[in-house]
């Protein structure tokens, strides 16, 4: 067999970050990925995705203060500009079902900056958005757009540079430890030796982790953006129109003009539920109709819809993310970005690479075990409002 100090499963963003953290670390990686690379399977293609220190607890505040450092590093590894920033609204209409608390709360313990403003100084000032009465929001300057397939890309590029094997559509069926690694089982019966191996295999990866014990209760659902075209794109071109999230029961959220003049937006948690294998992958008209409507109200000129995609959401019961060695078979690491992710991608491979490795990494994952109640109590009653 050939044999690898590290092999990992699945090469969407999480995947593609610790091939390349662990291969310019100096270690022998190989990456197997069941599609080809850049697929339109998982969640990790399309273009931007939202960069933010706004968040709910302080301790995911720290991890955005590691995401834009370790965006910073890929950047100046590869050659080009990953993060655009636009400043970001939260919007709290009256009786949100988010709390602004935990928001500001969070930001004020880690000495983040950001305005809480009203609806009638957001309208003011962006004159693009109409906001129901009694609306309020938070503004943080630094909130940014990062490319979604071209950073993936160029982190997968830069392994390659750094000696790591990449192979696409190979299938692993099942992953067997050893008393110093674990043998990887691929479609076709070839096995592969490796030391470590993480698993980031997003929307697949229960049916390789729990026949070693641990107990994975996700939930995948299949998700839709949508591409609206102004009339006029230059009132939401990057710096006159921010990134936003609606801070309610049903959420949305949406950018402002990037690489085309479309606007793109979606309901954060609003598809069906479905498996890896067994989606759609086709326009939702009620999706459609419902996220029309909300950008008709409140985004009056963002124009008609002219195309949307799909993706998939793997959520954890607590929206919490994985970052854990399987207990019993610590060989064996999960990374799980739990649907919000890929704003963290550059650092999720170092940590994954140092939980992998070192059985340790400086950040604070405490909340991110696989051993945690939301994974481990069956009576754990699912939330996915964050």
Known sequence: MATYDLVVVGLGALGSS???????????????????????????HDTSRILRHSYHTPEYVDLTFAAYDDWAVLEDAAGE???????????????????????????????VPYEVITGEDVV??????????????????????????RGTAAMQRLAVAHGAVLRDRTPVVALEPTSDGVDVVL????????????????????????PLGARLPLTV??????????????????GRFPVWIWMDEPSYYGFPTYGEDTVK?????????????????????????????????????????????????TLTPDRDFVVSAVPGAEQVVVGLGAAH??????????????????????????????????????????HWMV
């Open 18 to 44: 610790t091939v390349w953290h662990a291969s310019r670390r100096g270690l022998s990686v190989l990456g197997l990925e069941q599609f080809e690379l850049g697929h339109d399977r998982g969640a990790s």
């Open 81 to 111: 500009q990953f993060v655009t920033i636009t400043g970001g609204l939260d919007l709290f209409p009256t009786g949100a079902a988010i709390p602004m608390d935990d928001y500001t709360s969070s930001m004020d313990a880690r000495s």
């Open 124 to 149: 003011a000032r962006w004159p693009q958005i109409a906001l129901p009465e009694g609306t309020s929001a938070l503004y943080q300057e630094r909130t940014a757009i990062v490319p979604a397939a």
């Open 187 to 210: 479609a076709g019966g070839e096995r592969v030796s490796a030391a470590r191996v993480v698993v980031s295999a997003d929307a697949w990866t229960s049916r390789l982790v729990e």
């Open 221 to 238: 659902t299949e998700e839709q953006v949508t591409y609206f075209q102004p009339a006029d794109p230059e009132p939401f071109r990057p």
């Open 265 to 313: 937006s979606a309901q954060d948690c609003g598809g069906p539920e479905v498996t890896g294998d067994e989606r759609s992958g086709e326009t939702d008209p009620e999706m459609l109709e419902r996220l029309s409507s909300f950008m008709a109200a409140t985004f009056p000129s963002s124009g008609p819809a002219v195309r949307s995609k799909r993706c998939l959401y």
């Open 341 to 382: 992710g890929y704003k963290f991608a550059a650092t999720f491979g170092r940590l994954l690479t140092d939980v992998a490795v070192d059985g340790r990494t400086d950040a604070d994952i405490s909340a991110f075990g696989l051993d945690r109640p939301a994974l481990t109590d069956p009576a754990y009653e699912p």
